[in-house]
């Protein structure tokens, strides 16, 4: 398949929002802020994330198939996103914070299986490098060799990471690790 990445800002907020519409908010009306600083809840969420994307202080790489967005990859300077599961196990074995963390992945439930978290990750890696590149880091989902369910998979899993270049620094969870990359200024 061929698809287009364009970064979430304000004039790709209304396909963003359109995808999130779809499937009734994300996870319960998440809309991708689980992993910003914590005080929305569901109700709040929507608005929140819009102020956030008026203002420049979230990014996601929106994948597009034609017109209509299938999927997105969000990233984001640690201070922009301080919330991750597996926090205790994480900062037992942390010595420096990453440039970059890539915290969740969605993907239209029609679209699931085609590539568009890949395609997700790529540009995410793309729009990282234009903003300055660094240390990048993510908490993929180990399911080689069982069958996981797509809740679970809302960081993606470990293999596609490690198709783009990550190494597995340690351990936070039976089947989840911290991954890191580090991508180059404008490359």
């Not at 790709?12 to 802020?33: I, K, Q, S, Y």
């Not at 608005?47 to 990859?73: E, I, M, N, P, Y």
């Amino acid at each position: 398949m061929s698809f287009s990445v364009k970064p979430l800002d304000e004039t790709t907020w209304p396909d963003f929002a359109a995808l999130v519409e779809r499937h009734n908010g994300v996870w319960g009306g998440c809309w991708c802020m689980a992993f910003h600083a914590k005080g929305n809840g569901a109700g709040g969420n929507r608005a929140a994330k819009q102020a956030r994307v008026r203002d420049g202080s979230t990014h996601a790489a929106l994948v597009f198939d034609g017109a209509a967005c299938v999927g997105w990859c969000q990233f984001g300077p640690t201070d922009e996103l301080p919330r991750i599961k597996h926090r205790r196990a994480y900062e037992e074995g942390l010595t420096n914070l990453p440039d970059w963390r890539i915290t969740c992945f969605f993907i239209d439930k029609a679209r699931r299986g085609e590539g568009v978290a890949a395609a997700a990750l790529a540009g995410a890696l793309g729009e990282i490098a234009r903003l300055g590149g660094g240390t990048v880091e993510s908490y993929p989902e180990d399911a080689q060799g069982r069958k996981v369910a797509g809740a679970f998979l809302h960081n993606g899993t470990l293999a596609m990471f490690e198709k783009q270049g990550f190494q597995r620094a340690r351990r936070i969870g039976k089947h989840r690790w911290v991954i890191e990359r580090m991508v180059a200024s404008g490359a």
